[in-house]
């Protein structure tokens, strides 16, 4: 099973601290080789896992409300 990385799981965080937290567990997923997705307000990325993966999701953290 794919691990889900949600936004909205972190609440009584701001947005800046949610985009935190979620950039260190893509880190973390791929670190220890897990399938993971990305779920943001605007955007889904569908489970996998590589170098793709990574930077498809902190792409999207990084380029968040903008």
Do not use: K
């Not at 701001?14 to 220890?32: D, K």
């Not at 080789?33 to 896992?49: C, D, F, K, V, W």
Request: aromatic share 8%.
């Amino acid at each position: 099973a794919a691990c889900l990385l949600n936004f909205q799981t972190l609440d009584g965080f701001t947005t800046e601290q949610r985009l935190s937290v979620l950039t260190a567990w893509v880190l973390m997923a791929e670190h220890r080789q897990l399938t993971y997705s990305l779920l943001l307000p605007n955007r889904q990325i569908e489970p996998a896992t590589g170098p793709a993966q990574r930077a498809a999701c902190l792409e999207a953290l990084a380029l968040f409300d903008q």
